[in-house]
């Protein structure tokens, strides 16, 4: 690997940056971060030292660069957008991350499910929809499942929101109930009764499922119809920005 660092002078001068990782044998865009200093580097070093984590195993993203490495070739780095504050950087991100769909990005980005792409009839529907309102003496878990599509069956959702994601049990398990989330709007909430370690077989409702013990997934059910109306309503509620932690996760814990 021919860059491993940037010099200290030129790191101060980026400040907060935006990068791609590009595959050199198709020039495809794979990976899109965000960073200060030597990050863009990172994935890289990780791959070559077989360091994993939780999303780069779902991701898949060091797998792609060992077989570039493998390849006697090098990962092609380019610096999108630099000179930001942090904040500015999460948006650019994110909204690169939607001009690539085909990316190993376990996440969408910063605030994603609420400004991210969205169609002009899907931004109508969303605000002429109600806010969520926050009851403070709920511990929650929200959850955002992108692989909703716009569906709105309950069995669909509910089955997309209990499995699985990269969660601490003991703090999953304070938890009194799990909103679902599409596209920044509330489609669902479910009472979580049990938290367990991701097997496939112990939800034989759901196909296509495979084993994965280093996340969490819940057996549970329908929330109580008030507890619906109040967080759902009939046709979903939408989520503001000041009411979700702001992250580049699926999940994210609200009063707890």
């Not at 507890?227 to 814990?253: H, S």
Request: proline share 5%; with cysteine; aromatic share 10%.
């Amino acid at each position: 690997m021919t860059e491993e660092f940037f010099p200290y002078e030129v790191a101060e001068q980026l400040q907060a940056y935006v990068y791609r990782l590009i595959d050199p044998r198709n020039g495809e865009t794979f990976y899109v971060g965000k960073g200060r200093g030597d990050r863009v580097f990172r994935h890289a070093l990780d791959a070559s030292a077989e360091i994993e984590s939780e999303t780069d195993i779902m991701s898949s993203k060091l797998d792609r660069i060992r077989e570039i490495q493998a390849s006697n070739l090098e990962v092609d780095y380019v610096i999108h957008r630099h000179g930001m504050d942090d904040k500015t950087a999460f948006q650019v991100e994110a909204a690169l991350i939607d001009a690539y769909p085909s990316l190993h990005n376990a996440v969408r980005g910063h605030h994603a499910s609420i400004f991210g792409l969205a169609t002009v009839k899907e931004i109508l529907q969303r605000y002429n929809l109600p806010p969520m309102i926050l009851d403070s003496g709920h511990r929650l878990l929200a959850i955002t499942i992108n692989k909703l599509r716009g569906r709105r069956e309950e069995k669909v959702i509910f089955d997309l929101v209990r499995y699985c994601w990269p969660l601490s049990r003991k703090r999953a398990e304070t938890v009194d109930y799990v909103l679902a989330l599409d596209r920044g709007v509330v489609v669902g909430v479910f009472k979580p009764l049990r938290w367990s370690p991701a097997y496939a077989a112990e939800f034989s409702d759901i196909s296509g499922l495979v084993d994965e013990p280093h996340r969490l997934a819940f057996q549970g059910e329908r929330a109580a119809q008030e507890i619906w109306d109040f967080y759902v309503g009939q046709d979903g509620k939408r989520a503001r920005p000041n009411d979700l932690p702001p992250a580049r996760q699926a999940c994210r814990y609200i009063n707890c």
